[in-house]
Nanobody, 124 residues
């Protein structure tokens, strides 16, 4: 089992920045690739970013590429999502997720553990 808890969400104006954190406890954090997803009201949960077990090979959805950066600190059992140049369409609940697989997964059902989410609201 891996327990995940997100933090860092909030209300920000368009063009602003937020940094989300996801703290993990339980089994060895570095055994999991980590992903960030988001879900806006009335929409399906969508992939945002993924990072490998070692912290390499970051991969992003086209909608956030160049604006968001995923990183991890295995010594702190934490994954981060730095979000810059935020837009109103980035408004959603953001979730971190852990994946035992090495294959680069980008759909929610492929991930094994989830946090409860943190709300990000971007005002225009």
């Amino acid at each position: 089992q891996v327990q995940l808890v997100e933090s860092g969400g909030g209300l920000v104006q368009a063009g602003g920045s937020l940094r989300l954190s996801c703290a993990a406890s339980g089994r060895t954090f570095s055994s999991y690739a980590m992903g960030w997803f988001r879900q806006a009201p009335g929409k399906a949960r969508e992939f945002v970013a993924r990072i490998s077990r070692s912290g390499g090979n970051p991969f992003y959805a086209d909608s956030v590429k160049g604006r968001f950066t995923i990183s991890r600190d295995n010594a702190k059992n934490t994954v981060y999502l730095q979000m810059n140049s935020l837009k109103p369409e980035d408004t959603a609940v953001y979730y971190c997720a852990a994946d035992r697989a090495i294959v680069r997964h980008t759909t929610a059902h492929e991930y094994d553990y989830w946090g409860p989410g943190t709300q990000v609201t971007v005002s225009s």
